[in-house]
Every structure is written in C-alpha cells, then in structure tokens.
C-alpha cells in the first residue's frame, strides 16, 4: 500500500519562486517584436479590434467574421491590450501566462502524489521540452488550450489519487474543460484519462488500492459542469445570431459548432499527413530532452502497470490516448499534441532520481549539448566569411545573423566547459537557458523587419496618396494589422479566382485605388509588369498596381465575392 504524501508539509514558497522563475524565462523578450505570422498577425487583429470597436461576442477581422476559433484566447489578448494599451507587450502575454500556470499545476500536482523532489522534476522536464517553450513564447492558441488541458487532468488526478482530493476538484477540472472548448474544440482531452483511470479500478488489488471512488453523480456533474460553463459563451453567441436574421452570422454558428470541430477532425481539408507523422516527425524533436528518456523511463513504467500505480498509469495513458487520437484525424500539425507534454512529464518524474545519474544517459545529453554548441559556432563563423547556409540566408533576406549565431554557440561552449564536471541533464538545461535567452532577445529583434509588413506599408505611403485606398489580394492578416490607411479586402475564404475578379471589378470602380498582391500572383486580369515593387517581406516580392495595370477583361467567377472596408484606429506602427 503506497503512501500518499500530505499537504501538511507543502511550502507555498516553492510555487512563489517556481512561478517567477518560469514566468521570467517565458515572458523574456515581451515587447521585442511584433506579431509574426502566420497566425499571431490574426489573433493579435481580432483582439486590437475588440477592444477598439467593443464588439467582443464575435470575433472580427478586418470587418468579417471569424469562425475559425472561439473567442477565449482573443478575448485574452484584448484585455491585456485594454490594460496595457501596447499590443506589442499584450499579444504575448497570454502565452506566457498559460505555460507559467501549466508548470505550476504539473508541480503541484506531482507533489501531492509523490512528494517535493519528483514535483521539481515534472516541473524541470516541462521547462526544459523544446516544444513547451517555444509555445510558451509564441502568441499562437495552443499555450492556452495546454493550460487548460493540464488544469482538467490536474482536477481529475486531485479528484481521484489525492487524500485531500475531494470531489469538488472532478468540477473544477471540468469547468477548465469548458473554458478549453471556448478556447480551441479539443478542450475536452482531459476526459480521455478517465479510461486509463477505469483500467485502474478494474485492475486494484492489495498491492495498490486507489484512495476513493465515486458514484456516477458526480462524474455526471462534472460534465454538466462543464457544458454549463462552455453555455457562458455559446448561449449569448445563439441568442445574438437568431436576433440579428443575417445569413453571414447564420454561417458563422454553423462554420464553429460543425465545420471547425467535427468535419476538421473526421475530414480535413488541409495540413494532411499520414498516421505515424507525430510519432516520426514530431516527437523525436519537440518532445526533447523528454524522449532521449524513454528507454530508461520504460522499466519503472513497467514496473507502475505490474503495481498498478494509477499516479503513473493514468497521466501516460492521456498521453498515449492523445497521439491517438490526433492520430487519427487526417489533419495534423505538430502544435496539436502539445498538451500531452505536461502529463508526460509528469508521469517520468517518479523516476528521474534514479536514472538521472545513468553514465550513458549523461553522455547522450553531452553529445546532444555539445553538437548544439559546436554548430551554432561553426554556422556563425562560416557566415561572418561569407559562406555556408548563413551567407545564403543574408543574401536572400539582407539581415546577417552570423554575429549572433556565433555568440550563441561560444557561449554554449563556454557554459559547458564551466559545468563539465556537472549531469548531462544540468548541461542540457544550461545550453537551452543560452539558447531561449538568445532567440527571445537577439534574434526576436533581428528577425523582427523580416516577419512584419512594416517597410512595405512605408514604402507605399511614399507612393500612393494619402486619400488613396489599397485593396489587399491574396495577403495575410499581417497587412491589415500594420495597415495606415483605409483598405479593402475580399474575405480570407474566398476562392482565388473569385477574389481576382473581385479585385479587378473593385480598381476599375475605383480608379484612384491601388492593389497590392505578390508578384507571383500573375493573372490574365492584371499586367504586373504596371505595378511598382514595395520591397520584400515574408518569403515573396510585393507590387503596388493601379489602374493602369489592368486588362481590358477579367474571366468572370462563378461565385460574388463580398467587399470589406476596414479603417484601422490606432495603427500598430513598428
């Protein structure tokens, strides 16, 4: 019988300085940078549009409705925004926030069932995984749907292996699980672990017995509690469509409540790849350190299920449940599996104290460490002479990075020369603090003209007249975030011949109007070789054509498209 640790002896300090320590690791660079594409730019023009319009039930871009998402994380980044009144601090923070309570609850939870050093360890092991991190820091949607993932498994765990676990925790996590639903669809995941949880029960024996059961009330009560919450948004969103008769806001609740959840999952319609594409093409490299582990991690796992300890057996069942069920969707990207990680790291801490001084596990996180080092340095100095893949990517983008990928890699080094006496695993963490201190500061400021339209918005402004109205053909929403001056756009689902013919319709109305599209948009209905180049920006060549650049005839599309003017308030200028 296993004894379950007790909350008499838990120290609130250790979650204070946890929580600074992450919080300062993942917001470092806040402030930097502009949103990037190509999803930070959307969200980040819903969220400035909120708060400047006040419209905040439905999510608007450029005028037009998003359905793709529900409003919870906008509505995350336009309260920051309305705090702080700077987009370029509001957007990330979010982010941040979210992985900084993800590590806290993964903390506090593997020390409730375990005990103080395996909690630092599930906490360590989040903070050192690659694709964490990088979440964490990125103004994308998946940080937040991580935290609410994690924060219904924490409830569930509390619920059923925590003396101090009572029922109320089964609600609580259910009521995380619909605020995840209104933050991205899968917020539901968490309900995946009550299998594993089952095949714990079923299986309990003398040598581990579970410290409480309930009856189905209450796990009934808790996916009420959880439909309930997501009501808190959904019935306002119901009411409103019914009130306003508009065929567009009709669209919108059927394209959310069926087109971006179930037809998504069942049959996507981009981002296709093959069953085994999280398991071959993106853990082994988003799921570092975490998956150099396994093969150690493997005999105290196997060891759990003969002892059927549900502290370990139900976070790695959610975890394998997870790939599954991502798995079996057409429609991937590695961003998906990311709330997996947390419980993953939580069911390897257990063992981490025994297998952390392993000779050849240390000598794999050396290798690791010191191959990491040792490119970066040899990268930057090939650059600095103008040879090797750097000297391409600064004669393409005109922003040599050679300098600063050299520092990086002498630093790695020199860090690992200091600690070479130390844990592969310590040089491991070392060389990832180098390397995100690096990326959220030098490289986010570096890169920062490459990823934003800025230049090219300035470039226009020196060409076209300021009463001069420019109608964006097949941009992303990065240009109408950085906009100056009244636009027109098409709508973002409209197919391309259809936005063409709109386009052209729209400058020949509008003879003192301009389009602005990539050069490799050609078309039978524009002569590109009118239109002025605006300069460079996210991989393509940009062209400012007006009137004159328009042919006589335009093929005609099948469908109309519908023509949105957007005036922006307060142009974020960087």
Partial sequence: MTKWPSFSCYQRTDLIWLGLITFFLLAMGIGLRAPWPADEPRFALIAKDMVETGQWLFPMRGNELYPDKPPLFMWSIALFYAL??????AFLLPSAIAGTVTVLAVFDIG????????????????LASVQFVLQAKSAQIDASVCMWVTLGCYGLLRATLC?????????????????????????????????????????QSAVQTLPKRYCWGWWAAGVLAMLMTLLLWLLPMLLAVDGRLDPAYSAYR??????????????????????WYFVLNVVPWAWLPLVVLLPWQWPHWRTAWQSNDARIL????????????????????????????PMLALAMAPAMPHIAGKKWLSRIFWALTTLIGASLTVTGWLGILDTGPMAKLTGRYEVDGSGLLLTTGIVVLMVLVLLRRRAGWQAWGATML???????????????????PAAIWQAIDETAGKESEIALLDTGEQFMLFARRPIVHFGYHTPPATEMYAAWQWL?????????????????????????IMGRAHREDWLLLGPDGLRPSCPQADDKATTFRYEPINPLIR
């Fill in 84 to 89: 702080t009144g700077s987009l370029h601090i």
């Fill in 434 to 452: 180098v390397l995100w201190c690096s990326y959220s500061t030098g490289f986010a400021s570096m890169l920062n003209p490459l990823r934003t």
């Fill in 314 to 341: 139900m976070p790695l069942g959610f975890v394998l449940l997870v790939l599954l069920f991502f798995s079996l969707s057409p429609g991937k990207r590695g961003v998906y599996i990311l709330p997996a990680l």
């Fill in 508 to 532: 020949k109305a509008n003879p003192g109007g301009y389009l602005l599209l990539p050069v490799s948009r050609e078309s039978t209905c524009l002569d590109l070789t009118k239109g002025i």
């Fill in 111 to 126: 020390r409730r069932l375990w005990g103080s050093r395996e909690a630092w360890w599930a906490a360590g092991l989040l």
């Fill in 254 to 275: 059927d394209n959310i409540l069926m087109k971006q959840t179930v037809t998504r999952y069942a049959n996507s319609w981009h981002h296709i790849k093959p069953f």
């Fill in 163 to 203: 003396e101090d676990g009572y029922a109320l925790w089964w609600l609580g996590g259910c009521v995380a699980m619909g605020l995840g639903i209104m933050t991205k669809g899968v917020g539901f995941l968490p309900l995946l672990m009550l299998l594993p949880y089952g095949m714990s029960v079923w299986r």
